[in-house]
C-alpha cells in the first residue's frame, strides 16, 4: 500500500511531464501552420485551445492508467495542475495578467474538463 502511494505523486509528475512535452511538439505544429497559412488570431485561439484540450486529454489518460483508482480524480487534476503551471508561468513571463476572466475561466474548465474525460476513459 505504501508503494502505491509513492507511485501517485511520481505518475501525476509523469501524465504533466507527457502533456507538456505534447503541448510543446502541437504548438510547434500550430507555428509552422501559422507561417504556412497566415491564420488569423481566432484561428490560432482556437488552436491553442484545441492544444489544451488535447494535452490534458491524454495527460488525464495517462495518469488514470496508472493510478488505476479514482481515475477521474487524478485526470481531473492532472488538467488542474497543468492549467495552475501554465498560469504561473505566464504570469512570470508576461509580469502580470493580460487576458480577462472569462478567458482564464474557459482554459481552466477546458483543462480540467478534459483532464477528467480523459482518466474516465483510461
Do not use: E
Not at 509528475?13 to 507561417?35: C, D, E, P, W
Not at 493510478?67 to 512570470?92: D, E, Q
Not at 487576458?99 to 476513459?121: D, E, K, N, R, V
Amino acid at each position: 500500500m505504501a508503494s502505491a502511494l509513492k507511485s501517485r505523486p511520481l505518475s501525476l509528475v509523469r501524465s504533466l511531464l507527457f502533456s507538456y512535452i505534447l503541448t510543446g511538439i502541437l504548438l510547434l505544429l500550430l507555428s509552422f501552420l501559422l507561417y504556412k497559412m497566415k491564420l488569423s488570431k481566432d484561428q490560432i485561439r482556437i488552436g491553442v485551445y484545441a492544444i489544451y484540450v488535447l494535452s490534458c486529454l491524454f495527460g488525464g489518460f495517462l495518469a488514470g492508467k496508472q493510478i488505476k483508482n479514482r481515475r477521474f480524480i487524478w485526470g481531473a487534476l492532472t488538467g488542474m495542475l497543468y492549467f495552475a503551471i501554465l498560469f504561473v508561468i505566464s504570469l512570470l513571463l508576461n509580469k502580470g495578467l493580460h487576458t480577462g476572466i472569462p478567458g482564464l475561466l474557459l482554459s481552466f474548465a477546458l483543462c480540467a474538463g478534459s483532464g477528467t474525460i480523459g482518466g474516465m476513459i483510461s
